[in-house]
């Protein structure tokens, strides 16, 4: 999981990634980067938060009426320093000169680096991206036509989840151009102000640079933007979309839109429905801050039992899609505080998204009762996950699943309850999720592996087969 930006128009639109890359932070917090195009490339990149990385004017304002930039969640290659400062995007050829941004997961890499005789200089899958486009258009002149030739190629060649973004150029005619997966699995959007035109992740970064939205762009297409802000668009292959429902869950932030549907609204519908299908009595409902919050509400509305405010969040740092289970910890420890006027003595209903490895819950609930709740009961907006991603989201084994048993099988919920110290638990069901969002979804993590789409199922198992605990299976 990743965020991404591409502008191109009539001004300089550095300012306006480095504004952008701010509001899409929290797809990624491993590195940040930029790369701005006016003849001549510059980019900015680095491990670290899009506040550390541009830490100068300098590496702010940059030139080119053009450019693409980055916040990176890694899902492949190692999680050191060095490796995350290596593999931060944007990455770039210069011949032909193209430039890419990429969030999903390409799940047959190994393949597609045999199919060309460039080296790829990073571990990151943009490489099988990037590498093979190169291939396509080298020694051509590059035009709406030959970059859709190009896409079409590779997107039959990838296998996996892909919303990436290209940059290229003929000469003193630059395209940006966006290609999706076939089944949509990660967002991708178009704004639009005053011949400017924005490619995103989520619409919420239109809000901060002051675009309009215009379209969420379909899967399997190939969509194109000249300098001049003419717009050239074509479906390449045709399938039935499946958003990741974790998009929905977890990783898309309140205020942005989904195929038109408010991520905000859907949350507080499944706090609405928990209330309904698994009521308890009690004295407060209390969110995690700030991952179970819209939940929360919509069971507190439902339920009539007051929410309150009893768990204070301190830092601003994700802990899931920390790279190391030791930061996670280290999060969850210094970042947590309790209220003790508010906790002391009551029956606490404390909801959240979802449960991944139990880190989270189990501190939060041990840290509630030693502020004097007399229970703890756990309500989660997402069904028990009990298999990894192979399409973007880092959850690497499916060992490290609380509701997976060592022996392969799937934990009934009395069982967890247990293990994290919760006098109850519920998760919301599948259906219930499927029947709130209100469209298919991909739901390979919580539904193995026929909640994946039918044509990823065979490699999936696959992949599955050779799951070692703490190695990604598709490298």
């Given at each position: 999981?990743?965020?991404?930006?591409?502008?191109?128009?009539?001004?300089?639109?550095?300012?306006?990634?480095?504004?952008?890359?701010?509001?899409?932070?929290?797809?990624?917090?491993?590195?940040?980067g930029k790369l701005t195009y006016d003849g001549?490339?510059?980019?900015?990149?680095?491990?670290?938060?899009?506040?550390?990385?541009?830490?100068?004017?300098?590496?702010?304002d940059t030139p080119g009426f053009v450019g693409i930039g980055h916040t990176r969640?890694?899902?492949?290659?190692?999680?050191?320093?060095?490796?995350?400062?290596?593999?931060?995007?944007?990455?770039?050829?210069?011949?032909?000169?193209?430039?890419a941004v990429h969030n999903g997961n390409i799940i047959n890499c190994n393949e597609i680096k045999k199919m060309t005789k460039r080296i790829p200089r990073t571990e990151c899958d943009i490489q099988c991206l990037?590498?093979?486009?190169?291939?396509?258009?080298?020694?051509?002149?590059?035009?709406?036509?030959?970059?859709?030739?190009?896409?079409?190629?590779?997107?039959?060649?990838?296998?996996?989840?892909?919303?990436?973004?290209?940059?290229?150029?003929?000469g003193e005619n630059p395209y940006l151009f966006a290609i999706t997966d076939p089944r949509k699995i990660r967002?991708?959007?178009?704004?639009?102000?005053?011949?400017?035109?924005?490619?995103?992740?989520?619409?919420?970064?239109?809000?901060?640079?002051?675009?309009?939205?215009?379209?969420?762009?379909?899967?399997?297409?190939?969509?194109?933007?000249?300098?001049?802000?003419?717009?050239?668009?074509?479906?390449?292959?045709?399938?039935?979309?499946?958003?990741?429902?974790?998009?929905?869950?977890?990783?898309?932030?309140?205020?942005?839109?989904?195929?038109?549907?408010s991520v905000h609204d859907i949350r507080v519908r499944l706090g609405h429905v928990l209330a309904k299908k698994y009521p308890v009595d009690a004295d407060i409902v209390v969110p995690v801050p700030e991952s179970g919050r819209r939940y929360a509400l919509g069971y507190s509305r439902e339920s009539g039992i007051p929410l309150d405010e009893g768990i204070m969040k301190d830092k601003a740092e994700r802990s899931f899609i920390q790279q190391k289970q030791e930061s996670r910890d280290k999060i969850v420890e210094e970042g947590i505080s309790y209220l003790r006027a508010v906790l002391q003595g009551k029956r606490v209903i404390l909801v959240d998204d979802s449960i991944v490895r139990?880190?989270?819950?189990?501190?939060?609930?041990?840290?509630?009762?030693?502020?004097?709740?007399?229970?703890?009961?756990?309500?989660?907006?997402?069904?028990?996950?009990?298999?990894?991603?192979?399409?973007?989201?880092?959850m690497r084994s499916k060992k490290e699943f609380i509701a997976r048993a060592p022996d392969g099988g799937i934990k009934d919920w009395d069982e967890i309850c247990k293990e994290i110290g919760a006098d109850s638990l519920a998760y919301i069901s599948v259906n219930d999720l499927q029947e709130v969002i209100g469209f298919d979804i991909c739901k390979g993590c919580i539904e193995f592996p026929d909640g994946y789409p039918s044509e990823m199922r065979k490699d999936v198992l696959e992949l599955f087969k050779k799951d070692k605990e703490g190695k990604r299976a598709y490298e």
């Open positions: 999981m990743c965020g991404i930006v591409g502008i191109i128009g009539n001004k300089p639109v550095s300012r306006l990634i480095y504004h952008s890359l701010f509001s899409i932070q929290h797809r990624g917090q491993s590195s940040a001549n490339i510059h980019v900015v990149k680095d491990a670290g938060l899009v506040r550390d990385v541009f830490n100068e004017e300098k590496k702010i969640y890694s899902t492949a290659g190692l999680d050191d320093i060095e490796s995350l400062k290596r593999n931060a995007q944007p990455e770039y050829l210069v011949n032909p000169f193209i430039a990037l590498l093979p486009m190169a291939d396509q258009l080298y020694k051509k002149e590059i035009t709406v036509e030959t970059i859709f030739e190009a896409a079409e190629k590779v997107m039959n060649m990838v296998k996996g989840s892909y919303s990436s973004l290209f940059l290229t150029d003929s967002p991708l959007v178009l704004g639009e102000k005053d011949g400017m035109y924005c490619f995103t992740s989520e619409t919420r970064v239109f809000k901060k640079i002051n675009f309009r939205y215009i379209k969420d762009i379909p899967g399997g297409s190939v969509v194109v933007i000249d300098k001049e802000g003419n717009i050239y668009e074509k479906r390449i292959i045709r399938r039935r979309e499946k958003p990741c429902m974790f998009e929905f869950v977890y990783f898309a932030k309140p205020d942005s839109r989904i195929k038109g549907r139990g880190t989270n819950v189990r501190r939060l609930v041990e840290g509630i009762r030693k502020a004097g709740a007399k229970e703890v009961h756990i309500r989660i907006g997402c069904p028990p996950l009990i298999a990894p991603c192979y399409l973007g989201i880092d």
